[in-house]
Nanobody
Framework: QVQLVESGGGLVQPGGSLRLSCAASGSILSFNVMAWYRQVPGKEREMVATINNARDTNYADSAKGRFTISRDSAKNTVSLQMNNLKPEDTAVYFC?????????WGQGTQVTVSS
């Protein structure tokens, strides 16, 4: 059994920063890919950033230049540093971990960008 627990969400003003963290626990010690997704009500969940075992990263166009994903494989954690936040970044952010062809999800953490 695998559990992903996110933390770090909250309310921030436009232009501010937040750092999201996700800790994985359970029987899988190493995931092929770890990622962050986000979702707003009425819309599909969208990829924000991914990082694989080789530390290769991929970002949504909306995140490039503002967000940075990182992982600590020894601790089985993944983080998302979000800078220069905009109101349109408001969403529930989900941690995702892929092991072979099995995808695991966290419960989500709310990020609200508002003045």
């Amino acid at each position: 059994q695998v559990q992903l627990v996110e933390s770090g969400g909250g309310l921030v003003q436009p232009g501010g920063s937040l750092r999201l963290s996700c800790a994985a626990s359970g029987s899988i010690l190493s995931f092929n890919v770890m990622a962050w997704y986000r979702q707003v009500p009425g819309k599909e969940r969208e990829m924000v950033a991914t990082i694989n075992n080789a530390r290769d990263t991929n970002y949504a166009d909306s995140a490039k230049g503002r967000f940075t994903i990182s992982r600590d494989s020894a601790k089985n954690t993944v983080s998302l540093q979000m800078n220069n936040l905009k109101p349109e970044d408001t969403a529930v952010y989900f941690c995702n971990a892929l092991w072979r062809f099995i995808s695991f999800w966290g419960q989500g953490t709310q990020v609200t960008v508002s003045s």
